[in-house]
């Protein structure tokens, strides 16, 4: 096992990715437009909470929603009324090598400081490890601002394996991965391999604590956005070597992490948004909005888990 | 099971999908640029046979490596080339209800017959049954042209079963599926429940005789670009009752479908075209050309099928 | 591809197993013990029909609820008791390769033609191309009937490929397959390979007719127990070219088909039997019995396919 | 969230499971019979450790290989030579309930502390949270000694959620379980619905402090039966609060850990046991040994990791 501490080569070396970034869900009226105004606000609320940064058009930004030029917008948008010092992250992989490669380049003009690179999924079959170090190795040769790789094997149907993610790793500026697998042994392996020169995000607030005792720098999760104390309260607790506290803190936030990620995704987010006094607002179809029984539920958990209002 | 031979209120009941489509590769030169003079080639070669029409944009057409400017354009250009009578059907089926039913009117506007459309397949575990309905319900309602669902889980993760399809096929706009996953019981229990009134297309060459042995009307092939006069021979000796003489052709073809499909998929089937004097090209990334290995073991293969040059 | 129609190795080339055969439940009952007297009355209901033969201790036999004692047993009853001329196929597969060698031992002693041996599991991740392999030379060295491979994905999570299939089938004691994945493209690839020399059976009947129509020999199917004529029919109307006849009877077999295979299995099988006049009888856990409300939907598919009572 | 830290109905209140247990293989010789000299010879090094106890007939144990028969001689002869204190846990879980139940009385007979019942599996489609429950349900009310579920998706195909494994938690004879689906979510989810009075055992090495952090109480591993005091270590690292230097010994075991089990399984641990000066031995078939290249990769591994000969 290769371990390169002390990547010299690496032009990015200096953007260090410790932190809690909560993956923006986009606002759209009830037209189905994006309202920029909306993030803003839910913006101004995360801005009180010591968080590293943001990420826009992950997942739960609903991205493939989204036109390019839509993107681009957001990104400048949201770029323009950042504080100094929060770092942004923005979702730029698509299916094709090229077209991610294009999107780097548009969001960098516009202010992004690092390009989120979902794994490309539609020929599955033909995404073999060679394929995807190809894929990464090609879009880092030609990205002016550096990349974090997305593993997302629940929506993707494709789970990077170590060995690959550390192949992906060799490229100076590939500056780390943000991991949603929920496979902690594999963030381990990786850790092994790699050294501290790459980073580790936990792609969920639900194995945060996990993700963090093998070497994970913090984690990109959903719950951030209306739970960043919490979620920034474990990354602190760990690192002071209060593991009781940060677990009581890390199982508590399980029932409702669940809820707004793999069981009801995006349209449970926005709704838990809403409830606590955040613009969430509708998705975009084919995704629904939750139903009033599936709402009632999310409430109950909402209220078990103690989440604060706004 | 409800049955509805006789549905009056489908209004493109006189679009009779019967017969064998090729899903034509889109030709990009070596610069990874659409060259259309290419297509127009294979497409004179392939207007020697009997086929009943062409499928634009699917799977083998990297539809998803594509803008919409190229769709759009790519269908016009096709259209302009046919002969008479010949059906022309375009994917169009986008993560996104919205997006795909701006697609369906921009392609009816340059002139193709009928949309494909895709199952969404992003927020899994949010698809569900009723999303996938509602999805094409939408779809559907707005849709200047018919359309055809595309059921492919070896790419998107998601396989409609046989319930929900026939709950979509209950909207006028729908007149049938193409199902790529072979599992040709589902097949029968549409049949059995929807009667002839909406119309099977086999998804795969791999499958034609035994879906046509459950009642598909034909089929959707990679295969049809490069074998289209076997694929054809297939449904005629079928028709007629000839099934040992059918059976013979459809065994033939097996390994050389494997090969351009789930095994190397649209580099092999581009590879195979260029080997036989069609034009396949250079796909775009993250596909890989195949490799001087595999384009051997291929080679042996079309000669083994007994592949007729152009 | 090699073609080996003419095996004249094979030492079992005298058994034909052309033709249908119910794998037989185990009768159980209330105290959970085995009654034959129960089996003997279901038998002599299916002796009315031209079926080839019985298949005993398959996935509807309960096969891994019962002791090695009871199988053997089980066996010996059957055989005492069927007519000339009916074959009788034992599932003997077990996860390890030589208690499937002694069982296989065991009930020829007491009088089985085949041995139904199905993909070892436990160790998936070990289950490779190379070991199962092995496993059925192995045991086809040591078996004195011939073998019967049987390939189950939807019960093992093993599905044995063409490739490995047809590489076991090169051992003369192999001398067909029963495949229940439903994946009739690849019973094509195998009748392809093989020529007519290997006897390839679906495993259901929701796709007898396809499997038929690419050189399966007949079947091995849950609905044999209940619909043995219609089956049998659908095999005769195929061999004579009366296609859309038989077409007719295969998809009007599906919605039953499907609830007592892969919806609802073994006890739904067991309360059809029940309520056609055979004896069904309790499931063993952790199977569970049918709900009422299963039980009634289960009655209307019986009513509405036009099962015929005893 | 129920929190039921004081359950008083619980039998077993008394056994505590915290601690590192070596999931022991089962010794064959040569000709592929049990060799209990071997077990013995392994046990008593690892008895210079400060193991909580051994677990006997797990996947290690390759216990679906062994007749019952064996399973029972070998519970006898372990627990014959255990020093006093060391929980001897043993696998009776079978396809069955009754035999299960069966199995559990017969160990309990020769000494066996507590059963560990893996998932039945075979009829994956019809094991419903609702049979998983009733299965544990029935063996917990019948077993006189407690129940350990074990849950090992990889193996079995059958993933127990979170709810379920709780529903099951309630009867007062299931103290635990033992989880090798490496989803420490899961694990959390978990602790948070159930407090301390349920013992939560990680299933692999390869994520134990990620599970310790989410409350488990140790863990069941294969690499405990070659790297005991790491394990261990790890434990008391973690519980002292010390998380990087448990951090460092964690993620230096991991690639060891793939190795022996999802990559190689069990033949690789007899291989690593072989290569410290333990007794590996030869593997049952179908399983098959390593190859040569593979027993140089794995050598070169267990140099890297530092492992210790005994």
Redesign the interface.
């Known amino acids: 096992?290769m371990n390169n501490d002390n990547n010299s080569n690496n032009r990015f070396a200096s953007i260090f990715l410790n932190g809690i970034y909560p993956p923006l869900p986009t606002p759209f009226n009830e037209k189905?437009e994006i309202d920029p105004s909306k993030l803003v606000r839910n913006i101004d609320f995360l801005n009180r909470f010591n968080l590293r940064g943001y990420v826009l058009l992950g997942?739960n930004g609903e991205s493939?929603?989204l036109?390019n030029g839509e993107k681009i917008a957001l990104t400048h948008t949201v770029r323009s009324i950042l504080p100094p010092g929060k770092l942004l992250i923005v979702g730029t992989g698509c299916?094709?090598?090229?077209?991610t490669i294009m999107l780097n380049q548009e969001i960098y003009k516009v202010g992004a400081d690092v390009a989120l690179v979902i794994t490309?999924s539609?020929?599955?079959?033909?995404?073999?490890n060679?394929?995807?170090i190809?894929?990464y190795m090609?879009i880092a040769d030609e990205s002016p601002i550096p990349i974090l790789i997305y593993n997302m094997p629940?929506?993707?149907?494709i789970d990077m394996d170590a060995e690959t993610i550390c192949a992906v790793a060799q490229h100076p500026n590939v500056i780390g991965i943000k991991d949603s697998s929920?496979?902690?042994?594999k963030l381990?392996?990786i850790?092994?391999t790699m050294g501290t020169g790459f980073q580790v995000l936990a792609g969920?607030a639900?194995?945060l604590?996990?993700?963090?005792?093998?070497?994970a720098v913090g984690g990109i999760m959903a719950l951030a956005n209306i739970a960043p104390g919490e979620c920034i309260e474990i990354q602190r607790l760990?690192s002071e070597?209060?593991?009781k506290d940060?677990?009581n803190i890390?199982?508590?936030l399980?029932?409702l992490?669940?809820a707004v990620t793999?069981?009801?995704?995006?349209?449970a987010l926005k709704t838990a948004m809403d409830n606590i006094g955040l613009y969430g607002g509708p998705v975009?179809?084919?995704?629904?909005p939750l139903s009033s029984d599936q709402k009632k539920i999310l409430n109950s958990i909402i209220n078990?888990t103690g989440l604060k209002k706004v």
């Open positions: 096992m189905g997942s493939v929603m036109t299916q094709s090598t090229l077209e490309p539609f020929y599955k079959a033909q995404m073999t060679e394929a995807l190809n894929h090609t629940a929506n993707t149907g929920g496979n902690v042994a381990g392996a850790r092994n969920s639900g194995f604590l996990p993700a963090l005792s093998v070497g760990f070597g209060k593991i940060a677990q890390q199982v508590n399980i029932p992490n669940t793999s069981k009801w995704g995006v349209a975009r179809g084919p995704l629904l078990m």
